[in-house]
């Protein structure tokens, strides 16, 4: 079975310190790969995806997330979190007509 | 387009009533999923269609939770019984062929 797994459950970071959230999957194929933000209280919404191309890919609010393929990694960066950061993170692989989403990862950024 | 769209957003129900969910996916999308978020149990797969016919429904819990599409345009989860442990927030999300998967608001179920 394929599986996606976020191996940070829970990330505790200053005001204006840099992100970095992994993201691995086990599928050699081709893949579609996605990073997704819930704020508290709403739904999952786009950060970012990958689907072919160069494998650094930005996101909207400065996020941006490199594909490694030899890795089979995802992983999401930042270079200076804000407080309205504070959310929960999904990667999600897409492969054979299958969503795969990780556990989650919950960042908590203090002011 | 006005997104995926859910229904009701909040239910509040007694144990043992049927519940009745229901997701507008995006014009256009073939694909559709139902979730369930929960503290304990984080983001669930429930069941995920495909040009309306059910692909993969592995991720139900138990017979009393049952969902249709009985069109492109509409699906619906029914729980009947309900009971507490089944009270979560409820995604519908919507994609076409493996692009950006797009979810709605949710349904906030609580039953008491």
């Known amino acids: 079975a394929q599986s996606v797994s976020q191996h940070n459950h829970h990330v505790i970071l200053s005001e204006a310190a840099s992100l970095e959230l992994g993201c691995n999957y086990s599928?050699?194929?081709?893949?579609?790969l996605f990073w997704y933000v819930q704020y508290p209280g709403q739904h999952l919404q786009l950060l970012l995806k990958?689907?072919?191309?160069?494998?650094l890919v930005k996101g909207i609010k400065g996020f941006e997330a490199e594909f490694i393929k030899s890795k089979f990694s995802f992983n999401l960066r930042k270079p200076s979190v804000q407080w309205s950061d504070t959310a929960e993170y999904f990667c999600?692989?897409?492969?054979?007509?299958?969503?795969?989403f990780g556990t989650g990862t919950s960042l908590t950024v203090i002011p | 387009d006005a997104g995926v769209i859910q229904s009701p957003r909040h239910e509040v129900t007694e144990m043992g009533q049927e519940v009745t969910l229901r997701c507008k996916p995006i014009?256009?999308?073939?694909?559709l999923f139902w979730y369930r978020q929960t503290m304990m149990r984080g983001l669930e797969l429930l069941i995920y269609?495909?040009?309306?016919?059910?692909?993969?429904d592995s991720g139900m819990p138990e017979d009393r939770f049952s969902a249709k599409m009985p069109n492109a345009s509409f699906s619906t989860l029914k729980i009947q019984p309900s009971e507490p442990r089944d009270s979560a927030v409820y995604f519908c999300?919507?994609?076409?062929?493996?692009?950006?998967?797009?979810f709605g608001p949710g349904t906030r179920l609580l039953v008491l």
């Open positions: 999300a919507s994609t076409h062929s493996g692009e950006t998967q797009y």
């Open positions: 599928y050699g194929g081709t893949v579609n």
């Open positions: 990958y689907f072919s191309g160069d494998p």
């Open positions: 999600a692989v897409w492969v054979r007509n299958q969503f795969y």
């Open positions: 014009s256009g999308h073939n694909s």
């Open positions: 269609f495909n040009n309306n016919v059910p692909i993969d």
